[in-house]
T-cell receptor
Framework: QKEVEQDPGPLSVPEGAIVSLNCTYS??????FMWYRQYSRKGPELLMYTYSSGNKEDGRFTAQVDKSSKYISLFIRDSQPSDSATYLC????????????FGSGTQLTVLP | GAGVSQSPSNKVTEKGKDVELRCDPISGHTALYWYRQSLGQGLEFLIYFQGNSAPDKSGLPSDRFSAERTGGSVSTLTIQRTQQEDSAVYLCASSLVGRRDRYEQYFGPGTRLTVT
């Protein structure tokens, strides 16, 4: 079993829909949770960053962390065709400035 | 400012040949990471450099893989005697270390390696 599980999709939604992307994990040491967006043939770029449990909102994006359930989510409101990309969750243990553990990514297409 | 750059962007090589992939991190970033991304897979950690410390090589899949970082800046990932299963996108990232609340890694565009 992988440390981080992520539904690969593909996920296709109409423009304006609310998108929910999720990851589950098994390592209770993870404290830092991130979402990266990766456009085709580009490197990942950091979208959202959350420490420990709770919610964080940034514009149309909301990240949620539920450490008790070992479950994290990314919500995209009023989705746009420009949101079409692969979304990767990533996480890291407290005190570790080293490698992140990534999910396999969810491919999202927002149809105009 | 300039981001992380990688070269070449694409590399096609024959099985058994050696390849070198280059990464130029963001100026001033002390940490540098190499990852491998295979089709449909997540990012697989390969190696981590931090300042003058010994690198964390725990993710290197075999002894055919090696990496160095010269002068605390540019890094080269070398794959010897390439195999078809080495075909993937190799991503480099850099970050500032020492800020307890930030683990943001900035990624380069990657090198797409195809072994024929």
């Amino acid at each position: 079993q992988k440390e981080v599980e992520q539904d690969p999709g593909p996920l296709s939604v109409p423009e304006g829909a609310i998108v929910s992307l999720n990851c589950t994990y098994s390592n209770s040491a993870f404290q830092y949770f991130m979402w990266y967006r990766q456009y085709s043939r580009k490197g990942p770029e950091l979208l959202m960053y959350t420490y420990s449990s709770g919610n964080k909102e940034d514009g149309r994006f909301t990240a949620q962390v539920d450490k008790s359930s070992k479950y994290i989510s990314l919500f995209i409101r009023d989705s746009q065709p420009s949101d079409s990309a692969t979304y990767l969750c990533a996480m890291s243990a407290y005190g570790s400035a080293r490698q992140l553990t990534f999910g396999s990514g969810t491919q999202l297409t927002v149809l105009p | 400012g300039a981001g992380v750059s990688q070269s070449p962007s694409n590399k096609v090589t024959e099985k058994g040949k050696d390849v070198e992939l280059r990464c130029d991190p963001i100026s001033g970033h002390t940490a540098l990471y190499w990852y491998r991304q295979s089709l449909g897979q997540g990012l697989e950690f390969l190696i981590y450099f931090q300042g003058n410390s010994a690198p964390d090589k725990s993710g290197l899949p075999s002894d055919r893989f090696s990496a160095e970082r010269t002068g605390g800046s540019v890094s080269t990932l070398t794959i010897q005697r390439t195999q078809q299963e080495d075909s993937a996108v190799y991503l480099c990232a850099s970050s500032l270390v020492g800020r307890r609340d930030r683990y943001e890694q900035y990624f380069g565009p990657g090198t797409r390696l195809t072994v024929t």
